[in-house]
Each structure stands twice: as structure tokens, then as C-alpha cells.
């Protein structure tokens, strides 16, 4: 038999029409915390969660509310500023 499976992950995203810069691994696509905008969760060469538009462009360079959130969605912070 030579029914081998050739579906990576990359090739679903890929039919999906998602784009993502080279080197990166698209890990899973969701919901923008702040727009509600569809976006696809890649790993970074550095091994960093980043998120992505449908036409490979970084979502926090398109993002209207991208302040408001840092990466992964998580809560931003608050710092301390030293006295
Ligand atoms: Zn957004």
C-alpha cells in the first residue's frame, strides 16, 4: 500500500490560507483577546508564542487595541518604578 498520510500541520494551516514567517511553527489558530480578530499562534525561532494574520503580517503591527494586551493574551503586568 502506498497511502501514506502526508498532512503536517503546517499543510492544514497552509490550505487554511494562513501565512506565517519562515522558521516559525504555526501552533494553533484563535480568537484576538482584544479585536476578536481570527489569528494563528506561531512559535518563533527564539521558541516565543507570537501571533499572526491570515497574510503573515505580526498581529500586534495590526492589532487596534495590541497595547492593551501582551503576549498569549496574559494580563498585562503592573511594574513597580523604582523610587
Ligand atoms: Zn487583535
Redesign the pocket.
Known amino acids: 500500500m502506498t497511502t501514506e498520510p502526508t498532512h503536517t500541520i503546517e499543510e492544514a494551516f497552509a490550505r487554511g490560507g494562513w501565512h506565517w514567517p519562515e522558521g516559525a511553527r504555526p501552533y494553533r489558530v484563535a480568537r484576538?483577546?482584544?479585536?476578536?480578530?481570527l489569528?494563528l499562534w506561531v512559535i518563533t525561532r527564539l521558541g516565543r508564542m507570537a501571533?499572526y494574520n491570515r497574510d503573515g503580517i505580526s498581529?500586534f503591527a495590526?492589532?487596534?487595541?495590541?497595547q492593551s494586551?501582551r503576549r498569549d493574551g496574559a494580563p498585562q503586568r503592573k511594574r513597580r518604578t523604582p523610587i
Open positions: 484576538c483577546h482584544g479585536c476578536t480578530e489569528i501571533p498581529h495590526t492589532c487596534p487595541v495590541a494586551f
